[in-house]
């Protein structure tokens, strides 16, 4: 068995054998504040590669703190709502049960975002009243801010926020939060699955600085050109709207009402992830967090980078320029709580929902094999084989990133009749890009595959939401709806995509740079441990090696 075959059955025992964490190890302090940072899409090797013109937050957390160098995800759909869940939570999808941003319901024959929740008004920060409603009712395991919570009579204070509901939701988990914030295409929101109404400081902070006053800025890089990697004009990028592939990049048309292209460009740009920090602050101010008497929780997902990664690249000036002002954005924060919690009664983590593949145009330049797998090709291809058998008709419902169904009744119609399905999957083999095709009945994430690929698709595989084929595309190559789609994407189970940062300071937490294998999952269990509460559900493991004893 070679070393990353033993590494991945290692991990698929750690993490579906349950895991619990004991009292706060003797001598130790608990923190006064709980804070978990999530940068959108950040991989690992931005710290190695853009992090030596970091001078502050992102600084601090690197040098001051404990780096685990090589956490990864285990499991195979690495996007943005299981990978907040899985930090969220410290289990993988195959126990806590969010398998994608948004899958194919069966019973509903339709396609639902992972929070959507019609019982669950969404409540806006302004005018108006948006439709729809959002929730974590599919959270199959409690959070870590649900746990906290709990373990303190409901008293402790619970904050997060992000620009994406999603995210903002699954780090909070079923939390009776006091206040669950998100960016709603034009204003902010939350939803009545935490609120009764608008949560008064939200309120105040949002009228008081309102997004529309960044309209007409212009997003300059911030370092001296020569400190920038690569180019700034490079294969593949597709600007928003509005702007080109080089700085500088204006927000929206000075002097002009605020428009759909100004919040798009404000959410891809720097500016957004400053206003998130603005509204940690007044959430520090408004409620005290982390002076009184309990262990009070504050999680921000800064949430622009996914939105210039996909549409710049990993390469580009503006993901580096965009680090490196985050990097001045989190010192602000710190600093913050440094004033108002103190500088050793708080613990911090930092990590990644995923991570992101370069865009293939710029890897085929260099020789690499790249491209773009394309859905609708998979999705045609199975149905002309289906069809071809049964007659003319529509038999594949939805591809969702590698997840392929099948309309009610089709699947197991075309498992009945022999060698069908190894036709189907023989089909979709042939599209360009597509690595392997996976029969979902095959997996197991209770046991352990000697195949990495099979064992990252099995926890990433829950009972009647996963597809019913698996579609891996080849390594380099990203899933597109219908060509050319976006430069670039995420959610497989490569390096690129499962490597993101692993980083904890403060109280607790035994400095320094560890080689150990974790994972995202990790990261619960062992801010528990520093709390001192038990976390149930949990299929990560507490980082003994970096907890102060």
Same mark, same amino acid.
């Given at each position: 068995?070679?070393?990353?075959?033993?590494?991945?059955?290692?991990?698929?025992?750690?993490?579906?054998?349950?895991?619990?964490?004991?009292?706060?190890?003797?001598?130790?302090?608990?923190?006064?504040?709980?804070?978990?940072?999530?940068?959108?899409?950040?991989?690992?090797?931005?710290?190695?590669?853009?992090?030596?013109?970091?001078?502050?937050?992102?600084?601090?957390?690197?040098?001051?703190?404990?780096?685990?160098?090589?956490?990864?995800? *285990?499991?195979?759909?690495?996007?943005?709502?299981?990978?907040?869940?899985?930090?969220?939570?410290?289990?993988?999808?195959?126990?806590?049960?969010?398998?994608?941003?948004?899958?194919?319901?069966?019973?509903?024959?339709?396609?639902?975002?992972?929070?959507?929740?019609?019982?669950? *008004?969404?409540?806006?920060?302004?005018?108006?009243? *948006?439709?729809?409603?959002?929730?974590?009712?599919?959270?199959?395991?409690?959070?870590?801010?649900?746990?906290?919570?709990?373990?303190?009579?409901?008293?402790?204070?619970?904050?997060?926020?992000?620009?994406?509901?999603?995210?903002?939701?699954?780090?909070?988990?079923?939390?009776?939060?006091?206040?669950?914030?998100?960016?709603?295409?034009?204003?902010?929101?939350?939803?009545?699955?935490?609120?009764?109404?608008?949560? *008064?400081?939200?309120?105040?902070?949002?009228?008081?600085?309102?997004?529309?006053?960044?309209?007409?800025?212009?997003?300059?890089?911030?370092?001296?050109?020569?400190?920038?990697?690569?180019?700034?004009?490079?294969?593949?990028?597709?600007?928003?709207?509005?702007?080109?592939?080089?700085?500088?990049?204006?927000?929206?048309?000075?002097?002009?009402?605020?428009?759909?292209?100004?919040?798009?460009?404000?959410?891809?740009?720097?500016?957004?992830?400053?206003?998130?920090?603005?509204?940690?602050?007044?959430?520090?101010?408004?409620?005290?967090?982390?002076?009184?008497?309990?262990?009070?929780?504050?999680?921000?997902?800064?949430?622009?980078?996914?939105?210039?990664?996909?549409?710049?690249?990993?390469?580009?000036?503006?993901?580096?320029?965009?680090?490196?002002?985050?990097?001045?954005?989190?010192?602000?924060?710190?600093?913050?709580?440094?004033?108002?919690?103190?500088?050793?009664?708080?613990?911090?983590?930092?990590?990644?929902?995923?991570?992101?593949?370069?865009?293939?145009?710029?890897?085929?330049?260099?020789?690499?094999?790249?491209?773009?797998?394309?859905?609708?090709?998979?999705?045609?291809?199975?149905?002309?084989?289906?069809?071809?058998?049964?007659?003319?008709?529509?038999?594949?419902?939805?591809?969702?990133?590698?997840?392929?169904?099948?309309?009610?009744?089709?699947?197991?119609?075309?498992?009945?009749?022999?060698?069908?399905?190894?036709?189907?999957?023989?089909?979709?083999?042939?599209?360009?890009?597509?690595?392997?095709?996976?029969?979902?009945?095959?997996?197991?994430?209770?046991?352990?595959?000697?195949?990495?690929?099979?064992?990252?698709?099995?926890?990433?595989?829950?009972?009647?939401?996963?597809?019913?084929?698996?579609?891996?595309?080849?390594?380099?190559?990203?899933?597109?709806?219908?060509?050319?789609?976006?430069?670039?994407?995420?959610?497989?189970?490569?390096?690129?995509?499962?490597?993101?940062?692993?980083?904890?300071?403060?109280?607790?937490?035994?400095?320094?740079?560890?080689?150990?294998?974790?994972?995202?999952?990790?990261?619960?269990?062992?801010?528990?441990?520093?709390?001192?509460?038990?976390?149930?559900?949990?299929?990560?493991?507490?980082?003994?090696?970096?907890?102060?004893?």
């Amino acid at each position: 068995m070679t070393i990353r075959r033993l590494t991945y059955a290692f991990l698929a025992a750690a993490l579906l054998a349950p895991h619990s964490a004991p009292a706060t190890a003797a001598g130790s302090e608990r923190p006064k504040l709980v804070v978990m940072l999530v940068v959108d899409q950040m991989r690992s090797d931005y710290i190695d590669d853009y992090g030596g013109t970091w001078t502050h937050g992102l600084r601090r957390l690197t040098a001051d703190g404990a780096r685990f160098r090589n956490a990864a995800y *285990p499991y195979l759909n690495t996007v943005t709502c299981a990978g907040h869940a899985t930090i969220s939570t410290g289990a993988v999808p195959a126990v806590h049960g969010i398998i994608l941003n948004q899958w194919w319901h069966r019973e509903e024959q339709k396609e639902l975002a992972c929070t959507d929740d019609p019982a669950s *008004p969404t409540i806006a920060y302004g005018s108006g009243q *948006p439709g729809g409603g959002h929730s974590a009712k599919r959270l199959r395991v409690p959070s870590f801010a649900q746990t906290l919570d709990r373990a303190q009579g409901d008293r402790a204070h619970i904050v997060t926020i992000s620009l994406k509901p999603r995210s903002a939701i699954m780090l909070a988990g079923a939390a009776k939060a006091d206040a669950v914030t998100w960016f709603d295409s034009t204003r902010f929101a939350t939803s009545a699955a935490f609120s009764a109404g608008r949560v *008064p400081f939200n309120d105040q902070f949002t009228r008081l600085r309102p997004v529309e006053r960044d309209l007409g800025k212009t997003w300059e890089r911030t370092l001296p050109a020569a400190a920038y990697k690569y180019k700034d004009d490079a294969e593949g990028e597709q600007p928003p709207k509005g702007w080109t592939r080089v700085f500088p990049h204006v927000l929206g048309t000075p002097g002009s009402a605020a428009s759909g292209e100004f919040y798009g460009h404000w959410t891809s740009s720097p500016f957004s992830d400053e206003y998130l920090e603005g509204m940690a602050e007044a959430a520090v101010d408004a409620l005290r967090l982390g002076q009184g008497t309990t262990t009070d929780y504050l999680a921000v997902s800064f949430s622009a980078l996914d939105s210039v990664g996909h549409k710049f690249g990993p390469r580009s000036h503006e993901v580096q320029d965009l680090l490196a002002r985050l990097d001045v954005t989190v010192g602000r924060l710190l600093d913050h709580l440094d004033g108002r919690v103190g500088r050793d009664k708080y613990v911090v983590a930092l990590s990644a929902d995923h991570g992101v593949a370069v865009i293939p145009e710029q890897l085929k330049r260099e020789g690499q094999d790249a491209g773009r797998a394309v859905v609708a090709d998979a999705s045609a291809r199975a149905d002309a084989v289906v069809a071809a058998a049964f007659g003319p008709g529509k038999y594949v419902a939805r591809v969702n990133y590698t997840n392929l169904y099948f309309m009610p009744g089709v699947f197991n119609r075309v498992t009945a009749r022999r060698g069908l399905l190894e036709t189907v999957m023989q089909a979709i083999g042939q599209v360009p890009g597509v690595f392997r095709v996976i029969d979902s009945r095959t997996l197991d994430p209770h046991a352990v595959a000697s195949d990495p690929y099979v064992q990252a698709a099995a926890l990433s595989e829950f009972p009647g939401r996963s597809g019913d084929l698996i579609v891996l595309p080849k390594m380099n190559w990203i899933w597109v709806p219908t060509a050319p789609g976006d430069p670039t994407t995420h959610g497989t189970s490569y390096p690129y995509d499962q490597r993101v940062p692993l980083l904890l300071m403060g109280t607790g937490v035994r400095p320094g740079r560890y080689e150990q294998s974790a994972t995202p999952a990790d990261i619960a269990p062992t801010l528990a441990k520093i709390a001192g509460v038990t976390l149930p559900g949990a299929t990560g493991r507490a980082l003994d090696e970096a907890i102060l004893k």
